[in-house]
């Protein structure tokens, strides 16, 4: 990281390089509250940075001495990693549009509806997935729901969902959102969305809905 962004590093809601956000997600705070929890301790934390070759963090609190402090060692006990089941096997016969700007959210869902049947295809903003739908309505063939992430660049999910209903995209458009506020929400379904899901997702209850959805059907 060069000085300037070293600099910028342990203030709220900043980050070295902004493509981080896009990429990965993350708000910016996570250094800026372990830099007050370290000066809370009498501590700090400093960075040491060179750009290309990489970065070292170092934690330092001053604790007080104390004499006659028995130090223990905790005792470790490995819980073994129950695998994920959802409460009711799916298999949907259907096309779902995943419109994700991350990468890695986009692999994950789709390998979770592909357990259930669905085909996916995945677009990386809400932009590619007005142009597509509109492709597809034109062709007469279009998929039968979409999973629209509402916070991403370009076009946000809102303005996507509302565009979406304007170019006669009439099945169901699921908003995929962190923002839990009952405001946001209300704002989802105003704009064209027929439900809603809070991130992080919990995967019955998607493949639940999207089940829901399938079965009631809707035209083109």
């Known amino acids: ?38 000066v809370m301790l009498n501590g ?8 290309g070759e990489g970065s070292t963090f170092s934690c330092t609190i001053n604790l007080p001495v104390r004499e006659n402090v028995k130090i223990t ?24 549009l995943i419109v994700d700007d991350q990468r890695d959210v986009r692999h994950l869902t789709h390998l979770l509806l592909q357990r259930a049947g669905i085909e996916t295809e995945f677009v990386e903003d809400r ?20 999973l629209l992430d509402m916070q991403m660049p370009r076009m946000d999910g809102y303005q996507a969902a509302a565009r979406l209903r304007e170019i006669g995209f009439r099945r169901a458009i699921m908003a995929l959102t962190s923002d839990a506020m009952q405001g946001d929400m ?17 995967s ?6 999207i089940s829901r959805y399938i079965s009631q059907g809707r035209d083109l």
């Open 73 to 96: 060692s905790p005792n470790l006990e490995v819980v073994p990693i129950k695998a994920i089941t959802t409460s009711r096997e799916y298999q949907l016969q259907c096309r779902v």
């Open 186 to 202: 209300n704002r989802c379904l105003e704009l064209g969305c027929d439900d809603y899901l809070s991130k992080p997702i919990d």
């Open 127 to 146: 932009i590619q997935a007005v142009e597509l739908i509109e492709n597809q309505l034109q062709n007469g063939l279009t998929v039968d729901l979409i």
């Open 204 to 209: 019955s209850e998607l493949l639940e809905m």
């Open 44 to 51: 700090n934390i400093s960075v040491s940075s060179k750009p």
């Open 1 to 38: 990281m060069t000085p300037k962004q070293q600099s910028h590093l342990f203030q709220s809601f900043s980050q070295g390089d902004a493509s981080v956000t896009r990429n990965y997600g993350g708000t910016g705070l996570g250094l800026a509250i372990s830099q007050r929890l370290a």
